[in-house]
Every structure is written in C-alpha cells, then in structure tokens.
C-alpha cells in the first residue's frame, strides 16, 4: 500500500516562493516515476511537473522556468521548488507515484494523499 504525505504549502505572496515536499512510502521509490498535481476549486486536476526514475522531467507549460522538481531517492522524497509564484497557482497540490511513466503523465491512480494548500495572494 502506497503512502503519500505533501507538505510545505501555505499563504504566500505573488512573487514569492514555495518548497513542496512529498514522502513516499510502501513503493519502489527509486524504481519509480512521480508527478506533481494540483486542483483548484471548481477545476480538474492538473499535472504540474513529473519526474522519471532516472530524473529527467516534464512540466506543465504554465509553469515552465518557475518551478523545479527534483527528487532524493535516497530519503524516498520528492520535492517542488516553487519561484515567482502567480494567484493562478493557487490551489491543493498532490503528489503521487507510479512504476509506468505514461501512468504518472495521466494523473489516472485510484488513491491520493491530503494534498497541501498553496494560496497566492497579496
């Protein structure tokens, strides 16, 4: 069973930045891609930012040049680097983990974790 835990968001304002980390447990994590996603109210979820196993990315076109995942395989984390922040990124950001990267491009798994709440605002 896959366990998830985002942490980091929070109140920030327009231009300002934020680290998002996810914990992965009960996965093969190293073996594993992982994505970012995130949901706003009254909109579907989204993939933000996704990551293969041997650490190449993709990001949504929204936010390329300002955010940055990467991941530490040794502490099964991944993490998003959050700059130059914009109201319209605001929204509950998720995590998630899959052995097929075409799985994690998709966002299609059965179970996610809380999610965190990043607002930007002034």
């Known amino acids: 069973q896959v366990q998830l835990v985002e942490s980091g968001g929070g109140l920030v304002q327009p231009g300002g930045s934020l680290r998002l980390s996810c914990a992965a447990s009960?996965?093969?994590?190293?073996?594993?891609?992982m994505g970012w996603y995130r949901q706003a109210p009254g909109k579907q979820r989204e993939l933000v930012a996704a990551?293969?196993?041997?650490?190449?990315?993709n990001y949504a076109d929204s936010v390329k040049g300002r955010f940055t995942i990467s991941r530490d395989n040794a502490k099964n984390m991944m993490y998003l680097q959050m700059n130059s922040l914009k109201p319209e990124d605001t929204a509950v950001y998720y995590c998630?983990?899959?052995?097929?990267?075409?799985?994690?491009?998709?966002?299609?798994?059965?179970?996610w974790g809380q999610g965190t709440q990043v607002t930007v605002s002034s």
């Open positions: 998630n983990i899959a052995l097929n990267f075409r799985s994690v491009l998709a966002g299609d798994f059965g179970s």
């Open positions: 009960g996965a093969i994590f190293s073996l594993s891609a």
């Open positions: 990551i293969r196993a041997g650490g190449s990315t």
